[in-house]
């Protein structure tokens, strides 16, 4: 597998604060990419640094094997981009915008073929093209930015936070969309810090916080870091046989039911315990990543917010 | 405490800065006048000679007032009035489209009409302080005018005239507001309405009729139409009438409870004018990062270039009438002479003069554009076009080049204009020629002012709007007036303006204009090879 991104000890810093500090990431060719953070992370910082829109303080970064300070208009031709907060011209049509961004791609060379592309976007997307980009909202701005980035195929999508202000209906149109790129070989940076839609869309994920990553991993890998929760019906006389379990955490019996969470990896010989007891109405609930986020995050909340200051 | 008082004191929190630079400026403009009526019109018989000569050019007018007679405070309104009544207008329908029709298309109004305030209230709030703001405007006016010893009576006349325009346009401004969906399209019509009636109350002094001594002149029909129109027709220090003035406050009255009849029909956020629609697809100029630059800055170079060939048309058909000032007015000829040269013909001096003024007006409709790309920079509306394959370079250097062809756009319209207008010199060919070297000789200065911003652009972005304007205005101020003032040597050669190529007794001295020139030049390629190494400023 070819790497498209990569960086290695990326540091950027403003003045005194830092955004990131000593960053690795690494995203291979054909995978749609989770970056998850929590707002003010790095994520953003990230991306402007592998758009070479910023210049990193340490460390390198390298976008198809090349360093995309330097070779940043070369780059470009194979990228596509959807900012998180999407400003567009107040009196440019948002079909004028989508336009000047594919041209300037050199996306239009097969007039045809885009013109098609582009059509079919807008339908999908339920865009009005017509209207001044003052008069968007911010879903619709959102939608621009996406119309404009798939309308012209590339062969790396970065994403930052590009469902932010979309409805959920257009989110699953997003999400197909999102992968039909992806099985037209193209490989895509999705950043986030809505987790739903990185498990619905990623092969692979990166968590970073205050400027660091702390997790990488296919989602299944990231799994087996937490417990998955399991509930049946309660009865009374068991109370005493559960508790022997081994590997139950978090044991409560609440509204006719008992719940407890397991570590993962254990959860296979859990099971035959639960059968042996006849249990009923079991349901067994594969750990969620917001669990997962939480488990990075929630500790400590008020110093990643801090750190997010810049 | 009562919602309405409540409302209002949050309008007059938010606009302490803004109003009170516009009163203040506005009233210092006024002193300003009545203080060139002291020094330099100190003489009653110097001021009837203008006067008289307005009945040979009558166009002055229209950059002027009607004259009234040739009193000091007479004089002072003839030279200021219209201009501080322009001024009310703008500081007016500015302030009635940001509190009403800006709010709600960023939302904010829709907070507070979630309050008890509801949808009126906060209207009947900026009501209360646009009547307010223009109160203190017409007061300071009046200070003005009676702290420079003119009589009392006739400066709380000029105060109340300035006050009753500044509402009339208000009222204006607040329609704007109900009828189109955006701020811009509110104030751009504002604004056109203002200019409007400026010029209508122009062409009515110019078209009117001057009386025997030559001294007063009543205006024709189209000036009665224009709100500046009536404030003249109080005749400050002369008839001192206030009832055309209630024709103002009569409009105004009407236009406010339009804007409640529409207020209390439409939806909050809604406009009487639809949004119009635009083009689904780009035109064939949107292709490229130097055609985003241009459409983004097409409008302004165009409103520039119209301005400059306005400019230059004045300059040549004025010139004729020169040997009658200088035959009156010495003092003017002496002034014109210091800013072109001391060894310039009278003709010379004064072509020069204003095509100066055209180098300043080129000069600043560069930096515009170039200011357009800090903007771009600082909204995020770089960062998606960099993103594609445009460098930084490229993308800095686009702009560059707008900002050269709204320089040379606006140097060559004001040519244009002058070559028009000297078919009615005495000499055509020659004043044209001589108007066309003196368009020519602006260039260079304007281009340094150019690159001096590009630089800047690069190397401090966030100063790159206010430090750019000031740039223009510190250099101008010294290149025109610095030997009138008498400042020392060194910084009125540090302002390029002075070292324009002046057209002096048929020669031209273009060393000054060759070296800025190159030093133009390198500016721009430093700009562009800095914006290489430089990392997009985003916020501020």
């Given at each position: 597998?070819?790497?498209?991104?990569?960086?290695?000890?990326?540091?950027?810093?403003?003045?005194?604060?830092?955004?990131?500090?000593?960053?690795?990431?690494?995203?291979?060719?054909?995978?749609?990419?989770?970056?998850?953070?929590?707002?003010?992370?790095?994520?953003?910082?990230?991306?402007?640094?592998?758009?070479?829109?910023?210049?990193?303080?340490?460390?390198?970064?390298?976008?198809?094997?090349?360093?995309?300070?330097?070779?940043?208009?070369?780059?470009?031709?194979?990228?596509?981009?959807?900012?998180?907060?999407?400003?567009?011209?107040?009196?440019?049509?948002?079909?004028?915008?989508?336009?000047?961004?594919?041209?300037?791609?050199?996306?239009?060379?097969?007039?045809?073929?885009?013109?098609?592309?582009?059509?079919?976007?807008?339908?999908?997307?339920?865009?009005?093209?017509?209207?001044?980009?003052?008069?968007?909202?911010?879903?619709?701005?959102?939608?621009?930015?996406?119309?404009?980035?798939?309308?012209?195929?590339?062969?790396?999508?970065?994403?930052?936070?590009?469902?932010?202000?979309?409805?959920?209906?257009?989110?699953?149109?997003?999400?197909?969309?999102?992968?039909?790129?992806?099985?037209?070989?193209?490989?895509?940076?999705?950043?986030?810090?809505?987790?739903?839609?990185?498990?619905?869309?990623?092969?692979?994920?990166?968590?970073?916080?205050?400027?660091?990553?702390?997790?990488?991993?296919?989602?299944?890998?990231?799994?087996?870091?937490?417990?998955?929760?399991?509930?049946?019906?309660?009865?009374?006389?068991?109370?005493?046989?559960?508790?022997?379990?081994?590997?139950?955490?978090?044991?409560?019996v609440d509204d006719g039911r008992v719940r407890f969470t397991v570590d993962s990896d254990r959860i296979a010989l859990v099971l035959p315990e639960l059968g042996r007891l006849g249990v009923q109405g079991l349901t067994v609930a594969p750990p969620s990543l917001e669990e997962l986020f939480l488990r990075h995050y929630g500790d400590d909340v008020s110093t990643a917010r801090e750190e997010a200051h810049r | 405490m009562n919602?309405?008082?409540?409302?209002?004191?949050?309008?007059?929190?938010?606009?302490?800065?803004?109003?009170?630079?516009?009163?203040?400026?506005?009233?210092?403009?006024?002193?300003?006048?009545?203080?060139?009526?002291?020094?330099?019109?100190?003489?009653?018989?110097?001021?009837?000679?203008?006067?008289?000569?307005?009945?040979?050019?009558?166009?002055?007018?229209?950059?002027?007032?009607?004259?009234?007679?040739?009193?000091?405070?007479?004089?002072?309104?003839?030279?200021?009035?219209?201009?501080?009544?322009?001024?009310?207008?703008?500081?007016?329908?500015?302030?009635?489209?940001?509190?009403?029709?800006?709010?709600?298309?960023?939302?904010?109004?829709?907070?507070?009409?979630?309050?008890?305030?509801?949808?009126?209230?906060?209207?009947?709030?900026?009501?209360?302080?646009?009547?307010?703001?223009?109160?203190?405007?017409?007061?300071?006016?009046?200070?003005?005018?009676?702290?420079?010893?003119?009589?009392?009576?006739?400066?709380?006349?000029?105060?109340?005239?300035?006050?009753a325009t500044g509402v009339a346009f208000f009222g204006v401004g607040l329609v704007a507001a109900q009828v189109f969906r955006t701020s811009r399209g509110a104030n751009g019509f504002s604004v056109a309405v203002v200019l409007a009636a400026y010029l209508l109350r122009g062409l009515g002094d110019a078209m009117g009729e001057s009386s025997e001594d030559g001294l007063t002149r009543t205006a024709a029909w189209p000036s009665?139409?224009?709100?500046?129109?009536?404030?003249?027709?109080?005749?400050?220090?002369?008839?001192?009438?206030?009832?055309?003035?209630?024709?103002?406050?009569?409009?105004?009255?009407?236009?406010?409870?339009?804007?409640?009849?529409?207020?209390?029909?439409?939806?909050?956020?809604?406009?009487?004018?639809?949004?119009?629609?635009?083009?689904?697809?780009?035109?064939?100029?949107?292709?490229?990062?130097?055609?985003?630059?241009?459409?983004?800055?097409?409008?302004?170079?165009?409103?520039?270039?119209?301005?400059?060939?306005?400019?230059?048309?004045?300059?040549?058909?004025?010139?004729?009438l020169v040997d009658e000032i200088g035959s009156d007015a010495p003092a003017i000829v002496e002034t014109l002479r210091r800013i072109a040269g001391e060894t310039a013909s009278f003709e010379e001096a004064f072509v020069t003069t204003f095509f100066t003024m055209v180098g300043i007006l080129a000069a600043a409709a560069g930096l515009q554009a170039v200011m357009r790309a800090r903007l771009e920079e600082a909204h995020g509306?770089?960062?998606?076009?960099?993103?594609?394959?445009?460098?930084?370079?490229?993308?800095?250097?686009?702009?560059?080049?707008?900002?050269?062809?709204?320089?040379?756009?606006?140097?060559?319209?004001?040519?244009?204009?002058?070559?028009?207008?000297?078919?009615?010199?005495?000499?055509?060919?020659?004043?044209?020629?001589?108007?066309?070297?003196?368009?020519?000789?602006?260039?260079?200065?304007?281009?340094?002012?150019?690159?001096?911003?590009?630089?800047?652009?690069?190397?401090?972005?966030?100063?790159?709007?206010?430090?750019?304007?000031?740039?223009?205005?510190?250099?101008?101020?010294?290149?025109?007036?610095?030997?009138?003032?008498?400042?020392?040597?060194?910084?009125?050669?540090?302002?390029?303006?002075?070292?324009?190529?002046?057209?002096?007794?048929?020669?031209?001295?273009?060393?000054?204009?060759?070296?800025?020139?190159?030093?133009?030049?390198?500016?721009?390629?430093?700009?562009?090879?800095?914006?290489?190494?430089?990392?997009?400023?985003?916020?501020?």
């Open positions: 597998m070819t790497t498209v991104i990569s960086t290695r000890a990326l540091e950027k810093r403003f003045g005194r604060t830092v955004a990131l500090d000593g960053l690795d990431l690494e995203v291979g060719a054909g995978e749609i990419h989770g970056f998850l953070g929590p707002n003010g992370a790095g994520k953003s910082t990230t991306i402007r640094i592998l758009l070479g829109l910023a210049r990193p303080t340490g460390g390198e970064a390298r976008l198809f094997g090349e360093d995309p300070w330097r070779r940043a208009a070369e780059l470009h031709r194979r990228v596509a981009y959807v900012p998180g907060d999407v400003s567009l011209w107040p009196n440019l049509t948002g079909g004028e915008s989508i336009d000047l961004l594919a041209r300037l791609r050199g996306g239009t060379a097969d007039r045809r073929a885009y013109d098609a592309r582009k059509a079919r976007l807008l339908e999908v997307f339920q865009l009005d093209p017509r209207k001044k980009g003052r008069a968007y909202s911010k879903g619709n701005r959102q939608k621009v930015a996406l119309v404009a980035a798939l309308a012209t195929p590339a062969e790396l999508y970065i994403l930052d936070e590009p469902t932010s202000g979309l409805d959920p209906l257009m989110e699953q149109v997003f999400n197909r969309e999102i992968r039909r790129a992806s099985s037209e070989g193209a490989t895509v940076l999705l950043s986030s810090h809505i987790l739903s839609e990185v498990e619905a869309l990623c092969d692979r994920v990166s968590i970073i916080r205050a400027g660091r990553r702390v997790e990488s991993g296919t989602l299944p890998e990231l799994r087996h870091l937490t417990r998955s929760s399991v509930g049946f019906a309660h009865r009374p006389e068991q109370d005493a046989e559960l508790a022997a379990i081994a590997g139950v955490h978090d044991l409560v | 919602r309405l008082a409540v409302l209002l004191a949050h309008r007059v929190r938010r606009d302490r800065v803004q109003l009170a630079l516009w009163i203040v400026g506005t009233a210092a403009l006024a002193l300003m006048a009545t203080t060139a009526v002291a020094d330099t019109f100190g003489d009653r018989a110097e001021r009837e000679s203008i006067l008289r000569l307005t009945i040979l050019a009558p166009a002055i007018l229209v950059f002027r007032g009607t004259p009234n007679g040739a009193g000091e405070g007479e004089f002072a309104t003839f030279l200021i009035l219209a201009f501080l009544a322009l001024l009310a207008g703008l500081m007016s329908t500015f302030l009635a489209v940001r509190h009403t029709r800006g709010d709600e298309e960023q939302g904010r109004a829709e907070l507070v009409e979630a309050t008890p305030a509801g949808r009126t209230l906060p209207t009947a709030a900026t009501v209360v302080h646009g009547v307010l703001a223009n109160a203190v405007l017409g007061v300071a006016v009046a200070l003005a005018f009676g702290l420079s010893g003119l009589p009392a009576e006739g400066s709380a006349v000029a105060g109340a005239a300035v006050a009665r139409l224009s709100p500046i129109g009536w404030a003249q027709r109080a005749e400050p220090f002369a008839a001192n009438d206030l009832a055309p003035l209630l024709l103002s406050a009569g409009v105004a009255a009407a236009l406010v409870a339009l804007v409640f009849a529409f207020q209390s029909a439409r939806d909050s956020g809604a406009s009487i004018l639809p949004d119009a629609q635009g083009r689904a697809a780009a035109g064939p100029l949107l292709g490229s990062s130097l055609g985003l630059a241009w459409r983004l800055n097409a409008g302004a170079v165009l409103a520039w270039a119209v301005g400059a060939a306005v400019f230059g048309v004045l300059a040549t058909t004025l010139s004729p509306t770089a960062e998606p076009v960099l993103a594609t394959p445009v460098s930084r370079e490229g993308w800095l250097a686009g702009y560059a080049v707008v900002a050269a062809i709204a320089v040379v756009a606006v140097v060559g319209l004001a040519g244009a204009g002058a070559v028009l207008g000297a078919a009615s010199a005495d000499d055509p060919g020659a004043t044209a020629e001589l108007a066309l070297r003196a368009a020519l000789a602006q260039l260079p200065a304007a281009l340094v002012y150019l690159g001096a911003v590009l630089v800047l652009l690069v190397v401090a972005p966030r100063l790159t709007i206010p430090v750019g304007w000031a740039l223009l205005a510190l250099g101008a101020f010294f290149g025109v007036f610095g030997e009138l003032l008498g400042i020392p040597d060194w910084m009125h050669e540090l302002s390029p303006f002075s070292h324009v190529p002046v057209p002096v007794g048929g020669e031209v001295d273009w060393t000054g204009g060759s070296w800025m020139l190159a030093i133009a030049a390198g500016l721009v390629a430093a700009s562009v090879v800095g914006m290489r190494r430089r990392e997009l400023v985003t916020e501020g």
